[in-house]
C-alpha cells in the first residue's frame, strides 16, 4: 500500500518542480523490501511502472508543446489533465487494493522493470 500511495505524497512534495517525487517513493520502498516480502516486491514494481508510464506521457506531452511552438498546447492541457485525475484515481485505487492484500495491475501501464 505504502508503494502505491507514496507517489502521491512524493508528487506533492514536488510539484513545484515537475513532480519528479513520484519516483522515488516506489522505488525506495521497492528496493528495500523486494528480497523479503514478495507482495511488495510485485506491488512496488507495478507502483514505480505505472509512474514511470505517466512521466513518459506528460513528457511527451511537454515536447509536444515546445516541437509545435505551443500550438501543441491545444491538446497537451487537456490531455495532461486526463492524465494526471486517471493518475490519481489509479494511484488510489492500487493502494486500497493492496491493503485489502489484492495483486493489482494498472492498465496501459509499460512493464519496463520486471
Do not use: C
Amino acid at each position: 500500500m505504502f508503494a502505491h500511495l507514496s507517489s502521491l505524497v512524493g508528487g506533492l512534495l514536488t510539484s513545484a518542480v515537475g513532480g519528479w517525487g513520484t519516483f522515488i517513493g516506489p522505488l525506495i520502498i521497492w528496493l528495500v523490501k523486494k528480497d523479503t516480502m514478495p507482495f511488495v516486491d510485485d506491488q512496488g514494481k507495478e507502483a514505480l511502472n505505472f509512474n514511470i508510464t505517466v512521466g513518459i506521457a506528460m513528457l511527451a506531452l511537454v515536447l509536444l508543446s515546445i516541437v509545435t511552438l505551443g500550438i501543441g498546447l491545444v491538446i497537451a492541457i487537456p490531455a495532461g489533465v486526463i492524465i494526471a485525475i486517471a493518475w490519481l484515481v489509479l494511484t488510489i485505487i492500487a493502494g486500497i487494493k493492496a491493503n485489502e492484500g489484492v495483486l493489482y495491475r494498472y492498465p496501459l501501464t509499460l512493464r519496463l522493470i520486471k
